[in-house]
């Protein structure tokens, strides 16, 4: 294989290993790129609560305080 080939399908695989990463730490639920769209439903992670997921859902805010009170019980 000639450098240049080897190069190419380096650059090539770097920059779709980056944009998987991407995508699979995205907290998204629709993805629009490169001229392709996805939706997709969003795993959530142990350390998320119920109260993060209502935040998102809401897209409000809960005071940390409240929040300490709220998850303790």
Known sequence: M????????????TTISGILTTLFHSRCSKIKCCGME????VI??????????FEKEHNVNIN??????????
Do not use: Y
């Not at 000639?2 to 695989?13: H, R």
């Not at 996805?38 to 439903?41: F, L, S």
């Open 2 to 13: 000639s450098p240049l080939t080897i190069s190419l399908v380096a650059v090539i695989g």
């Open 38 to 41: 996805c939706d997709r439903e």
């Open 44 to 53: 959530h992670t142990k350390e998320e609560t119920d109260l993060d997921r």
């Open 64 to 73: 940390s305080e409240i929040k300490e009170v709220l998850e303790s019980k």
